[in-house]
């Protein structure tokens, strides 16, 4: 990897000698270190960059553990016990074939053709556009059977989650080079995502631009569910991967939509955090994307949990009783991690961006990802999961990016209106 490509003034193990953290074709969830959540990233700050670093990471320490009580006391007793569990040790048999394969067509099938989708004037956006200009909310009734039949009764019996929807910004002239962003987990709110992914600005530039909204997210919750994207982990390990699955399957109907109705053809992804999974994921699955740029993703939620205390003494403990190690609850999880798969998109497309002072989904993340692949354009902030300080420079890093890759080629030419 050329120093060219890492555009992080952060110092970070980069260099092409640097030792990679798998050996190349390995099984990711054998030859990790199984002491990954213990690992530290090495970095290199300045003394500004050091202070920000460790102030923020604070902050991330403490909506952790907020964050894994609310979710082990309310998704842990539902999808976690030892049946469950049982099951989903079982059922490796099923998934795991489909992992070791490192074809992602075999659990990320192609939806079917022509779903119909239905489209509302949407209201509160923060992106006005300049002159005339569409806002809509986009939906459609999700197809999406899962591919285990042991989970399909349970997981459709979800009505509300069902339904996929997206928020569409589009110039009128129609056929615009698309960014559609992905929220975090239990983060769907549009007025925030609008901000976070900077999408009036990007609009401006003269994209079209989109938010979807994960499975069990927003108005996808279950019902009785007592927060946005509790659904997604309360299900078990099984119910994680299939809405993983139908994550990535209902972007591609809408995908299938805007280049059947508006005549789009370049298309580019964006994902934070949980958000961030589900980009690497389509980066494996949908070859008609340009562009993938995970932003403080996860790249093994297996992995994950062990951090997240006190849900990670739990999962310890579950597993000792039983007598399962973390390779297992790796490969259980395996069809649904990006690690297990090629990205189907050209090294040069690919942008990971990573927070110094995340605590809630660690550098190492950010790190393995890179590693995977190839050791692709990377940026480091000195900031947490949450605060992204520094923001304004990785975003014009991204406004780089874009052209390099050559998505403003697709633009038309600017008119008076156009701002920059």
């Not at 964050?67 to 082990?72: D, E, K, M, S, Y």
Request: with cysteine.
């Amino acid at each position: 990897m050329s120093k060219a490509s890492v555009v992080s003034r952060i110092a970070h193990e980069k260099s092409k000698d640097a030792p990679v953290m798998m050996p190349e074709g390995a099984r990711w969830w054998e030859h990790l270190d199984r002491d990954f959540h213990r690992r530290e990233e090495p970095f290199e700050l300045a003394l500004a960059d050091r202070v920000q670093v460790r102030a923020t990471a604070a902050s991330d320490v403490v909506i952790r553990t907020v964050g894994a009580c609310l979710v082990g006391t309310t998704a842990l007793p539902l999808g976690f016990t030892p049946r469950k569990l049982s099951g989903a040790l079982a059922d490796r048999s099923f998934y795991g074939p489909m992992a070791e394969s490192g074809d992602p067509t075999r659990f990320f099938r192609t939806p079917p053709a022509g779903v119909r989708v239905a489209t509302r004037s949407a209201r509160f956006s923060r992106v006005r556009p300049l002159g005339p200009g569409v806002t809509q909310d986009l939906s459609f009734e999700s197809p999406y059977v899962p591919a285990n039949p042991r989970e399909r009764a349970d997981y459709l019996r979800h009505r509300d989650n069902r339904v996929a929807h997206l928020r569409h910004w589009r110039h009128p002239d129609g056929g615009r080079p698309l960014i559609v962003a992905i929220h975090g987990f239990s983060a769907d709110l549009a007025l925030i995502n609008e901000w976070f992914f900077a999408l009036p600005w990007l609009y401006h530039m003269g994209f079209d631009v989109a938010l979807y909204t994960l499975p069990f997210h927003g108005r996808r919750q279950t019902r009785y569910s007592p927060f946005s994207g509790h659904g997604f982990f309360s299900g078990g390990v099984n119910h994680i991967n299939e809405a993983f699955g139908q994550a990535v399957h209902d972007f591609r109907i809408f995908l299938d939509h805007f280049e059947r109705e508006l005549g789009v053809t370049q298309v580019g992804v964006m994902g934070v955090s949980l958000g961030g999974h589900t980009a690497a994921l389509l980066a494996a699955a949908e070859p008609r994307l340009r562009f993938a740029i995970p932003n403080v993703p996860v790249a093994s939620v297996a992995d994950l949990v062990h951090e997240w205390e006190p849900i990670g003494l739990a999962v310890r403990t579950g597993m000792r009783l039983l007598g399962v190690g973390v390779e297992d609850v790796r490969h259980m999880l395996a069809v649904s991690c990006p690690l297990s798969y090629a990205p189907r998109i050209a090294r040069e497309r690919l942008f990971v961006i990573g927070g110094v002072g995340d605590r809630l989904a660690p550098p190492k993340h950010s790190r393995l990802l890179w590693d995977h692949w190839g050791r692709c354009r990377i940026h480091w902030f000195p900031g947490s999961h949450l605060l992204h300080l520094d923001r304004g420079s990785y975003l014009r890093y991204i406004a780089r990016f874009l052209r390099d890759v050559g998505f403003y080629d697709h633009l038309p030419p600017p008119g008076p209106q156009r701002r920059f």
